[in-house]
């Protein structure tokens, strides 16, 4: 199954993006209020009897969205909290600075890096609380903690970007060691875990290169080199492991994304540079869903961008949004970057300059079955 190709729109509001240009410092406030209110008037119409959906009904929808989080306030209010707001008052929010990567266990629990704070956030839905990862040692702490990961026994994979080191923490958030990959890296901008081949992948944006590890931290083999031609990289921003074993990069300078096989042989790529709605033009992360479509964040023009595992442009999500004026905004972002789809086929997306992080749904049949749509849907 693979999404509809029926394009995502809020009425009359033109969802094409003009292409970024710099701007003296009053035109781009003028310019984004002015959007702003433009996604205000028109975000409204995506309700379906309080859901969310793209597109919306009387179309199929194949994303709803589920909510958004900045803080604890944003969960439902535990025991303790009760009581705390009772004797003391509400809690202090635990808000972030500039969050870059995110990673869900699918079992409750999220998973999100923020270098701005030095710190990586866990937001346990189960037990409706956000802690921070505890220090590491007395001698090693995150300075730069970039990009997340995780395998499937839970351990839990964190790129320090300053420090060239991807420290280990296990499924019970206990940290059990670090990966020293300094003598083989430049640049980190993110990693993933190749889970059936049980390799580390780290996507070096200072060569410029995709690095492949096992799990206990020995190189094994990389591919890629600066260029444009095929297999080659402008600056890899992001990468992603489908359930076909295919390494799927965002190669964010050659506005494109290319899939590789598991060796790093090119396979296929798609994407290009421009204002389309199906274009990018700054790419900031890639993920992937249970029939392998493929989600890209756009950090330029504000969106998430749906295609199918052969690239074909499916849907279009969101735009420039600032929650400033504490609307909801649902599907209103500014400057997303990190994107991850779980086992449950959820969808987890860094909203970082409104410092917060957006959940979404991949509709599949067996979902709507569970979650059905009132209105009468078009076949």
């Excluded at 991807?166 to 499924?171: E, K, P």
Aim: proline letters at 5%; hydrophobic letters at 40%.
């Amino acid at each position: 199954m693979v999404i509809s190709e029926t394009l995502f729109t809020w009425d009359n509001c033109d969802y094409r993006f003009k292409p970024y240009k710099p701007v003296n410092r009053l035109l781009k406030i003028s310019a984004f209020l002015l959007i702003a209110a433009l996604f205000c008037g028109c975000a409204e119409t995506t309700v379906s009897r309080g859901r969310y959906f793209w597109p919306p009904p009387p179309e199929r929808p194949r994303l709803e969205w589920i909510g958004a989080y900045s803080s604890q306030l944003d969960l439902p209010m535990t025991t303790k909290r009760k009581m705390k707001w009772v004797l003391v008052g509400e809690d202090s929010p635990i808000t972030f600075a500039s969050p870059m990567d995110i990673k869900s266990d699918g079992n409750g629990r999220v998973f999100v890096s923020d270098p701005g704070k030095s710190s990586v956030f866990i937001y346990d839905m189960k037990q409706n609380e956000v802690r921070i990862l505890p220090r590491q040692s007395d001698e090693i702490r995150f300075h730069q903690p970039i990009s997340v990961a995780l395998d499937d026994e839970g351990k839990l994979y964190i790129a320090d970007s300053w420090l060239k080191i991807v420290l280990v923490y296990d499924s019970r958030e206990e940290f059990r060691g670090i990966i020293n990959i300094k003598g083989h890296v430049k640049k980190i901008s993110a990693i993933a875990v190749d889970r059936a081949r049980k390799r580390l992948l780290v996507a070096d944006i200072g060569e410029h290169k995709i690095k492949v590890f096992n799990l206990s931290g020995e190189f094994q083999f990389e591919f890629g080199g600066q260029g444009e031609g095929d297999g080659e990289f402008s600056y890899p921003m992001a990468l992603a492991v489908n359930l076909a074993g295919e390494v799927v990069v965002a190669d964010s300078m050659n506005a494109r994304v290319q899939i590789f096989d598991g060796n790093g042989l090119f396979l296929r790529k798609f994407g290009s540079r421009g204002s389309g709605v199906g274009d990018f033009q700054l790419i900031k992360g890639v993920a992937t869903d249970s029939d392998n479509n493929i989600y890209v964040t756009d950090g330029r023009t504000h969106r998430v961008l749906v295609f199918s595992a052969t690239g074909e442009f499916l849907l279009p999500v969101g735009g420039l949004y600032s929650i400033a004026s504490r609307k909801l905004a649902p599907g209103g972002f500014v400057l997303p970057q990190g994107i991850d789809v779980d086992r449950n086929d959820t969808i987890y997306v860094v909203d970082q300059m409104n410092k917060r992080f957006q959940v979404f749904q991949y509709l599949t049949e067996k979902y709507l079955g569970e979650h059905p749509v009132q209105e009468k849907l078009r076949p």
